[in-house]
């Protein structure tokens, strides 16, 4: 059976690793060999990658202080023993990772915990279930206690629902699932390719366990999600009372924004959606939009910006980046400016930016982070004796 391993937001372990500048020469030589055998990695060449890593590792294995390095180096060997289908070599690589960060940094942090999780799922190889299904939940349990709306935890549910699904217990997996997706619809919303892709495994469940009304039901649901992502809607309630609210209907806010940047302004619901991007942005406390007079010079780009900024602002609003939003928002501005340039008529100011990115894409996206650094400098100086809207506008300088 193949495994649907998902690779925790805490390891990725094609990141690149961050060098801080070294004094020790011999920790620079050590980065230096681990960046060499994480490309070894990516290049399929695992004989090679584990040949560095040994000889890396023989220089600290008798210390009695913790490395972050070996750590690294035993995570990636562990990799790479998987990739060349080795697992009892992967399960013992991988014992000797848990129990190094458990006796220096310790057991009940989010690493630990995927570690656990890496176990568990190299266990299933050797059809060591029960041992597989405990090391899972109390993967699960130490996220949990951390923060139980993580996508790390929806990873790990997913994870056990592998096991699970192994074990021919569908109604545990049905469980699993249904956790999981609730944390990603909570992270990422109904729409997002992470909940559908998980709610096909869930149909499939159904299919298994012979299910077809709850199979077919599922079907139909990811057909009009997958539907809706793509196109976006506009909800037929409109009212946003205070910021609860606002919460309550981010879903909404997503699927608006995508409709109006995939709609000519023609569309008879595109007054609508203007309406209610505007105002759920204007109440959110989750996202503070700033305006320059160059987004506001027409409102249908000040909406357009305002759209392309929000939703990418609710991809992530954990690891939210105001400036890559700013970016977002403005790129989306200047592609609806151009789909409905017959409409709106020309603006200077979103010729200038094409033009320049005609000419010069780097440059393009530099101007548009100088812009940004330029509003945040304004935004951060500006006097008010009342309370900021959420919507700020800011003159041009």
């Not at 690779?7 to 990725?12: A, D, E, H, K």
């Not at 206690?145 to 790990?156: E, G, M, Y």
């Not at 530099?366 to 935004?379: C, P, T």
Request: glycine share 2%.
């Amino acid at each position: 059976m193949l495994y649907r391993i998902t690779v925790l937001t805490l390891y990725l372990l094609l990141s690149v690793v961050s060098h801080a500048a070294a004094k020790d020469s011999a920790l620079e030589t050590q980065n230096k060999k681990y960046d060499t055998a994480l490309e070894l990695y990516s290049e399929k060449e695992y004989d090679k990658a584990i040949d560095i890593i040994d000889k890396e590792l023989k220089k600290t294995e008798k210390d009695t202080v913790y490395h972050e390095l070996t750590e690294k180096f035993l995570v990636l060997k562990a990799r790479c023993q998987y990739r060349l289908s080795k697992t009892e070599q992967t399960i013992k690589t991988t014992c000797q990772y848990i129990d190094y960060h458990a006796k220096y940094i310790g057991t009940e942090d989010l690493t630990y915990a995927c570690y656990l999780d890496n176990l568990s799922l190299y266990l299933i190889n050797t059809n060591e279930t029960e041992s597989a299904k405990q090391l899972n939940t109390l993967a699960a349990d130490i996220i949990k206690k951390i923060d139980d709306k993580s996508p790390d935890l929806a990873v790990t549910y997913i994870h056990g629902a592998d096991i699970y699904t192994q074990l021919q217990d569908y109604d545990r997996v049905i469980d699993l699932m249904n956790d999981a997706l609730d944390i990603f619809e909570y992270n990422y919303g109904k729409h997002s390719k992470r909940y559908i892709d998980e709610l096909r495994f869930l149909q499939k469940t159904y299919e298994r366990q012979n299910n077809d009304v709850k199979s077919m039901q599922l079907s139909g649901e990811i057909t009009k999600l997958a539907k809706e992502a793509k196109e976006g809607y506009v909800p037929e309630d409109m009212d946003i009372k205070d910021s609860i609210m606002a919460r309550d209907r981010k879903e909404d806010m997503r699927m608006c924004c995508t409709y109006y940047l995939n709609h000519d302004l023609k569309d008879e619901k595109m007054g609508n959606a203007g309406g209610f991007i505007m105002a759920w942005a204007a109440i959110s406390d989750e996202i503070t939009v700033i305006l320059s007079d160059i987004t506001v010079s027409n409102l249908f780009c000040t909406i357009a910006y305002t759209a392309g900024y929000a939703l990418n602002a609710l991809q992530d609003l954990k690891n939210n980046n105001n400036r890559d939003n700013h970016v977002q928002g403005y790129i989306a501005m200047l592609n609806f400016y151009i789909n409905n340039k017959n409409i709106v008529g020309n603006i200077d100011e979103c010729e200038e930016y094409i033009e320049l990115y005609q000419k010069d894409q780097d440059a393009f996206l530099k101007k548009l982070n100088e812009d940004y650094d330029n509003l945040q400098k304004q935004h951060e100086t500006k006097n008010s004796d009342t309370q900021s809207s959420k919507i700020e506008i800011i003159e041009k300088r």
